[in-house]
T-cell receptor, first 114, second 116 residues
Framework: AQSVTQLDSQVPVFEEAPVELRCNYS??????LFWYVQYPNQGLQLLLKYLSGSTLVKGINGFEAEFNKSQTSFHLRKPSVHISDTAEYFC????????????FGAGTRLFVKA | GAVVSQHPSRVICKSGTSVKIECRSL??????MFWYRQFPKQSLMLMAT?????????EQGVEKDKFLINHASLTLSTLTVTSAHPEDSSFYIC????????????FGEGSRLTVL
């Protein structure tokens, strides 16, 4: 079974400041890792994903994440945030075999202040 | 990217009635679809895995007789909330896995169910 922990429930940050949203996971099998963003009353949008290869993954809207196998982490970063980045961010872990069951972390609310 | 369509986006029903939510993969075949439930300001909880042509696999604690799932074709899965009650009010989201075997999920935009 796999699990995923998002260490911060809320992250307030000023506009144009850098931000890091933390995600740790555990799994007994190989996994894929994802970050999704959800704006109010909307579905989920994929920001980026790690399937294999380079551990530094670049996504949309200037976000990037680094897969660290030894620390079982997949933290999301952005060097300079905008007001429009205010949203809920979910880290997800999916099995790479056997049905691809994917579970989500509890979410981190990013709040960008002017 | 791949598109998953979910319908209806919002539905209001009376207590005791049944509601069907459809999830369609529009430009790819999905042998596996997943249904999630999201309570306000909470994460997504996996309810069940829907496999084309076979019975759905439900997560622990999810009532299979309450939440009927059918995956009759490679592009359509349906979730029926039977005899709905106010506590079933929630945001239901489906996702579909493409057959390229990447494991990536494509999500529908969700269906907000309100049971009066």
């Amino acid at each position: 079974a796999q699990s995923v922990t998002q260490l911060d429930s809320q992250v307030p940050v000023f506009e144009e400041a850098p931000v890091e949203l933390r995600c740790n996971y555990s799994s007994s099998v190989s996994v894929y890792l994802f970050w999704y963003v959800q704006y109010p009353n909307q579905g989920l949008q994929l920001l980026l994903k790690y399937l294999s290869g380079s551990t530094l993954v670049k996504g949309i809207n200037g976000f990037e994440a680094e897969f660290n196998k030894s620390q079982t982490s997949f933290h999301l970063r952005k060097p300079s945030v905008h007001i429009s980045d205010t949203a809920e961010y979910f880290c997800a872990v999916g099995r790479s075999t056997g049905g691809f069951k994917t579970i989500f972390g509890a979410g981190t609310r990013l709040f960008v202040k002017a | 990217g791949a598109v998953v369509s979910q319908h209806p986006s919002r539905v209001i029903c009376k207590s005791g009635t049944s509601v069907k939510i459809e999830c369609r993969s529009l430009d790819f075949q999905a042998t596996t679809m997943f249904w999630y439930r999201q309570f306000p300001k909470q994460s997504l909880m996996l309810m069940a895995t829907s496999n084309e042509g076979s019975k759905a696999t439900y997560e622990q604690g999810v009532e299979k007789d309450k939440f009927l799932i059918n995956h009759a074709s490679l592009t359509l899965s349906t979730l029926t909330v039977t005899s709905a009650h106010p506590e079933d009010s929630s945001f239901y989201i489906c996702s579909a896995r493409d057959t390229l075997n990447t494991g990536e999920l494509f999500f529908g935009e969700g269906s907000r169910l309100t049971v009066l």
